[in-house]
């Protein structure tokens, strides 16, 4: 397993993973086609004015599979399959919140991307992913992914601006992308 600390003087150490609480549990879903991902402008909620991937907060007694495919259909119209458990981002804020993200990619879905109230879709060539226009955490981890790695960071944000983190890869996944 390899660790990347980012900044030992204001250390997330004190974010434990086994007893951390966060005030909510969300989902993103990756969908790759051939050299191309499918991405969103969130129209709003956390993040609003983003680019993301489609995604949002678990409702109560729901799975995070049935999460990730709920969401993606609200903000898309489209239905991810197949979907693979590829990652976890903890993100605490300096402000008290916090969120749990578990990030799912896959290959397959139905339906065609659709513009909603929540998000409008774009197609971005995975080596031009506008990361510029994203959290600042997903240059760190969504590179990994697209290269096959599972990954668990933990990141401390004030506001939109990234203070700390800690990125663990924690194995591999066999999405197959082209
Ligand atoms: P709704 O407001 O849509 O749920 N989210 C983050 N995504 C990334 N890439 N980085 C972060 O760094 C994020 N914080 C939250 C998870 C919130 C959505 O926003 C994502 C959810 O899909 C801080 O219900």
């Not at 969908?31 to 409702?59: S, V, Y």
């Not at 774009?122 to 240059?139: A, R, V």
């Not at 890869?169 to 999405?175: A, E, F, P, R, V």
Request: negative net charge.
């Amino acid at each position: 397993m390899s660790t990347i600390t980012a900044n030992p003087s204001k250390s997330i150490d004190n974010i434990n993973p086994d007893t951390w609480k966060p005030t909510n549990i969300a989902t993103l879903v990756f969908i790759q086609q051939n050299d191309e991902l499918l991405l969103i402008r969130k129209k709003r909620g956390l993040g609003a004015g983003k680019i993301n991937a489609p995604g949002g907060k678990l409702d109560y007694g729901e799975t995070i599979e049935k999460c990730a495919i709920r969401e993606t259909q609200e903000e898309l119209h489209v239905t991810p399959h197949n979907i693979i458990h590829c990652g976890e981002n903890l993100f605490q804020f300096t402000d008290g919140y916090s969120i749990h993200v578990h990030n799912f990619y896959t290959n397959s879905f139905t339906g065609q991307p659709t513009e909603t109230v929540e998000a409008t879709p774009i197609w971005y060539k995975i080596d031009s992913i506008p990361y510029e226009q994203m959290w600042e955490d997903d240059k760190l981890w969504l590179p990994l992914m697209l290269a096959g790695k599972k990954f668990r960071g933990s990141y401390l944000f004030d506001g939109d601006s990234l203070i700390d983190y800690k990125l663990d890869i924690t194995g591999s996944h066999n999405l197959v992308t082209t």
